[in-house]
């Protein structure tokens, strides 16, 4: 089992940049697939960004590919999203998520994750 605390959240003004940061607990964090979620009112929570076990490879949902970028930190269990180019669309809440991963494969799909942080919202202002 692993718990997410994510921060790093707040206040960044259109074109700006921001990281948010998710510490999981635990000694095996290099066998879980990490990935980042987000939720603005109204809507339904979707996939921001995800990476595998090893921090081998990525996915990118189409909005934010080439503004965001997903790294981890095995060493200091510790998955990272690095936002640039912050757009109005881009407030929400932003969840990281964890499934204990048999290889390294990339999750896309938010019902395949077990585990959920509580989320950090972040706001853009224009």
């Known amino acids: 089992q692993v718990q997410l605390v994510e921060s790093g959240g707040g206040l960044v003004q259109a074109g700006g940049s921001h990281r948010l940061s998710c510490a999981a607990s635990g000694r095996t964090f290099s066998a879980y697939a990490m990935g980042w979620f987000r939720q603005a009112p109204g809507k339904e929570r979707e996939i921001v960004a995800a990476i595998t076990r090893s921090g081998g490879n990525t996915y990118y949902a189409r909005s934010v590919k080439g503004r965001f970028t997903i790294s981890r930190d095995n060493a200091k269990n510790t998955v990272y999203l690095q936002m640039n180019s912050l757009k109005p669309e881009d407030t929400a809440v932003y969840y990281c998520?964890?499934?204990?991963?048999?290889?390294?494969?990339?999750?896309?799909?938010?019902?395949?994750?077990?585990?959920w942080g509580q989320g950090t919202q972040v706001t853009v202002s224009s």
């Open positions: 998520a964890a499934k204990w991963a048999g290889s390294d494969y990339v999750l896309s799909v938010r019902l395949e994750y077990d585990y």
